[in-house]
């Protein structure tokens, strides 16, 4: 398995935060992804990442669909691969309702054509070529317009990967369809096959494609338990964070992480952990989540059950693990994160798949 992490640039100090990513990447990190939900963007960061590190892959996690035309993530995602010199890759998610409507006042309609539509149109911009298209959502140049197909000044000179952050059962068909990677989350192996793969798969299939054409990158976050206490005090902290995802995330009608959790098993206890948070009972709501619930979504436990649960995902047919290291100090996220490459290095040795080189 590769390894990667997630940042957010509005997470804390800026400069812990690049120090935290230049040290991950002398500890032997393949890949710092960077996120943008309600607070900080990706492509800045990226680009100032890009020139603190050597080695390191360097991905948007996620940039959202509907805050940029597909032109505009395009001439990001070129601009990012040309200055990296080909570290670059394209993580694009649709995000969801409360978050495109109620930041961005867009509307969160067709996402899924719009993914589709907009992953052509950044592929096609790429080569240098004009570009002209015709689809449901986007039309280029616009319709009725004196204006016509134009190319950018500058083209990739490095092939630019897509993921796709999807959730949805239709998302994830897609993905299989067009992306190079997945970016999931809400994971629990056991259950991964009918609430993601089937559906990966199908696309995969129709697509004339494998299993082996697609990165299946997967993120939980890791924390050591030196004993039965501290494990019980940090699987008990977890839970109203769950319970937010549950409850909170989305909007009234729509939370795909909800959703995710009920294909895996919990849908009763999902359905009521969502009642009572938009009740405003979050702790109640937090109280309904059960330790299998956190346990089986994170990568939190002794030493040897981090071990064993990394060994999981990796049968289960994770290619490249986020870490989302805990700890209260940079060195104490630096430590943790240290302990956990290991363990992954130990995996791979065990079960002769050597970690990808990620300049490859």
Sequence with gaps: MRTSTTIEASAGSWPDMVTFV????????????????????????????????????????????????????????????NISEGRFLLGLGPSGPQVI???HGVPFARPLTRMRETVDIVRQAATGEKVFYSGREFT???LGSDAKPMRLSTRAEHEIPVYLATLSPKMLELTGRIADGWLGTSFVPEGA????????????????????????????????AEDEASLRAMVNSRKKELAFSLGGMGSAGTNFYNQAYSRQGWAEVAAEVRRRWQA????????????????????????????????VWHEAGVTT????????TLDARLTTLGRALDLVRQISEDTGSDAADPTE
Aim: aromatic share 6%; hydrophobic share 45%; glycine share 10%.
């Design 321 to 328: 693990v986020r870490l989302y290291p805990a700890g209260d």
């Design 140 to 142: 280029l140049p616009l």
């Design 193 to 224: 096959k009918a609430a993601y793969f089937d559906h990966l798969d199908r696309g995969l299939a129709a697509a004339g494609r494998t299993r082996a054409d697609l990165d299946i990158c997967q993120g939980a976050e890791v924390s050591f």
């Design 22 to 81: 230049t040290e991950a990447e002398k500890l032997g990190l393949d890949i710092c992804w960077v996120a943008e939900a309600w607070g900080t963007e990706a492509p800045s960061p990226l680009g100032y990442l890009a020139a603190r590190t050597e080695r390191m892959l360097l991905g948007s996690g996620v940039i959202q669909l509907a805050t940029r035309t597909p032109m505009a993530i395009a001439r990001a995602a070129i601009t990012l691969s």
């Design 280 to 311: 405003g009972d979050r702790d109640g709501a937090a109280a309904l989540v059960t330790d299998d619930m956190v346990l089986a979504t994170t990568l939190i436990g002794t030493e040897d059950m981090v071990r064993d649960r990394l060994r």
């Design 101 to 103: 409507e109620g930041l």
